[in-house]
């Protein structure tokens, strides 16, 4: 099972970046799927979350409304749309296969890629 996150980058304040995740080694169309960020220091936060087969969404508060999870079963992919890009989103940001649990709880996943890192700075 392998995820390969990628998109990270350096971005000012109020832009936008677009965060992509191949999945590989798992069907991944049977799975619900998520993104966790840790910000330097700081514990591991959940993010978002979009679950299989109805494709309901679920965002953290501090990203609601800015932040967009989608996927391309197809594809095998998972994206992050995030928009409106503050400071305190500065983190690496990892995508991650559901396993069980509460959506809302970054422990809930267990598998993870290795992340990218998002910067966003003036």
């Known amino acids: 099972v392998q995820l390969q996150a990628s998109g990270g980058g350096l971005v000012q304040p109020g832009g936008s970046l677009t965060l992509s995740c191949t999945a590989s080694?798992?069907?991944?169309?049977?799975?619900?799927m998520g993104w966790v960020r840790q910000a330097p220091g700081k514990e591991f936060e959940w993010v978002s979350a979009?679950?299989?087969?109805?494709?309901?969404?679920y965002y953290a508060d501090s990203v609601k409304g800015r932040f967009t999870i989608s996927r391309d079963n197809a594809k095998s992919t998972l994206y992050l749309q995030m928009n409106g890009l503050k400071p305190d989103d500065t983190a690496r940001y990892y995508c991650?296969?559901?396993?069980?649990?509460?959506?809302?709880?970054?422990?809930?996943?267990?598998?993870w890629g290795q992340g990218t890192l998002v910067t966003v700075s003036s």
């Open positions: 080694g798992f069907d991944f169309s049977r799975f619900s």
């Open positions: 991650a296969k559901y396993d069980r649990g509460p959506y809302h709880e970054w422990d809930s996943y267990n598998t």
């Open positions: 979009i679950v299989t087969g109805h494709g309901t969404t």
